[in-house]
């Protein structure tokens, strides 16, 4: 009961005799929120980067491995050209 006394008391003194809001307690609270946001906003950002980067290196790497598989195709054909004309 008094630990319930005691967190009311607390919840009461942020608040002026009107039943608003301090000044001070609003600040803080958002001072501490744009703080949270900023630190938080770049590891977001990057992240974000870092997957849509790795998305382009997957198909580039996909389309990589189809020209070289093409181009083992062309060799074969040109070898076997090579051949019926010799």
Request: zero cysteines; hydrophobic letters at 45%.
């Amino acid at each position: 009961m008094n630990d319930r006394n005691e967190l009311l008391d607390e919840v009461a003194s942020a608040y002026d005799s009107s039943g608003e809001l301090d000044a001070h307690i609003l600040i803080v609270t958002l001072l501490s929120m744009v703080i949270v946001l900023a630190l938080v906003f770049p590891k977001i950002y990057i992240a974000s980067n870092i997957y849509y980067e790795s998305i382009t290196i997957q198909s580039l790497q996909k389309e990589y491995k189809i020209l070289l598989e093409e181009n083992r195709y062309l060799g074969q054909k040109i070898e076997a050209k090579r051949f019926i004309t010799e």
